[in-house]
């Protein structure tokens, strides 16, 4: 889980009230701050951290398991230290001259086994969001130095989206229903999926079903492991932060969410969406609880979706009995946002 710390260190006197307590109200892992005031007046669900500064290696085996060692990074000694520091410490903060995040990618390259945990000093809410994806495994936690308690809502909210994992559940298959032409739409994003990973998408805005990505082999083409054949263009997609957008909204730029068998998640840039008119088929599944989901998708033997334990099943060769994977939201949604209110979809 990543993490952040807020720096009180430069937010001013008239506003510091504000940031202590947005900090705390949204559980930061931790404050920095030279106040001992401050410091003490946390409640436990807040680290008060205290750093040291590291100049050379041979500092590293003096630090204490409670004080972070803190690296500036402007050269190549300096990237070495921060190495050593990244391996050796319970916790690391690094500061980057460098604008660029090769820096960061070599000491995440050092540090990718080592116990101890990372934290990088950040300008801004861009470079954090940044900064917590490089090398697909980002940054462990961010030090941020906010301008006012709005900015530590927004990093909570950065934290917060597509990393908290998914409850899936099994869903039985009732039904398949053959349809003639619709439009369809395939996503195509700027990563790579995993074999057990797709996106989720249903009729409902209640269920929906973990549509697999083009990573397995097909006759006469080859695999597109950027690529999900979703379904119909009237959709919903489940996306960051509990927000739907129905498939035909997607477009380049738009985020959504990647969720492996797990449940396991990551946002996931959509590079196009890409609508076609195609025989349709609708799958019809039902929880334990006889909670009924729905998803239309094309009738072809290429698309398919996940079963418990990743097991990969053709659409066209689904039948009644066949358990899938699936996620059960309990709201409605207005324009992707859930709301708790009546209402009946068929």
């Not at 609708?282 to 609880?289: D, F, L, P, Q």
Request: charged share 20%.
């Amino acid at each position: 889980m990543k993490f952040a710390w807020i720096d009180l260190r430069t937010v001013p006197q008239a506003r510091l009230e504000s940031v202590v307590d947005a900090a705390i109200h949204t559980r930061m892992r931790g404050v920095l701050c030279d106040d001992e005031a401050v410091l003490t007046s946390l409640p436990p669900t807040v680290t008060a951290v205290t750093t040291a500064t590291v100049t050379e290696e041979r500092q590293l085996r003096d630090l204490g398991a409670d004080t972070a060692g803190w690296v500036d990074v402007h050269d190549e000694p300096s990237l070495r230290l921060a190495c050593a520091a990244a391996v050796t410490l319970p916790c690391t903060v690094v500061r980057f001259a460098d604008p660029t995040k090769i820096p960061l990618e070599i000491v995440l390259a050092a540090a990718d086994r080592a116990a101890g945990e990372l934290v990088t000093v950040c300008a801004d809410l861009e470079e954090a969001a940044t900064v917590l994806d490089v090398l697909e495994r980002g940054s462990d936690g961010v030090l941020l130095a906010p301008s006012d308690a709005a900015e530590v809502f927004a990093l909570a909210r950065l934290l917060e989206a597509g990393s908290e994992p998914l409850p899936l559940t099994t869903l039985t298959v009732d039904g398949i229903e053959h349809h003639g032409l619709g439009d369809r739409v395939c996503v195509d994003t700027c990563t790579h999926f995993a074999e057990d990973e797709g996106i989720l998408v249903g009729s409902y805005s209640t269920g929906f079903i973990l549509c697999c990505s083009e990573t397995h082999p097909l006759p006469y083409m080859p695999t597109r492991p950027f690529r999900v054949n979703a379904g119909a263009l009237h959709s919903y997609v489940l996306g960051p932060e509990n927000r739907t957008n129905y498939l035909s909204e997607l477009r380049s730029g738009s985020t959504t969410l990647a969720v492996n068998a797990e449940g396991r998640t990551r946002p996931v840039t959509v590079g196009r969406a890409k609508l076609e008119s195609r025989p349709l088929l609708t799958i019809t599944a039902r929880s334990a609880e006889g909670v009924v989901v729905s998803l239309t998708v094309q009738d072809d033997w290429h698309v398919r979706v996940l079963g418990p334990g990743a097991k990969v099943h053709n659409v066209t060769e689904l039948r009644p009995g066949d358990e899938l994977l699936g996620y059960l939201a309990t709201d409605q949604r207005h324009v992707g946002f859930p709301i708790g209110e009546f209402c009946r979809e068929n």
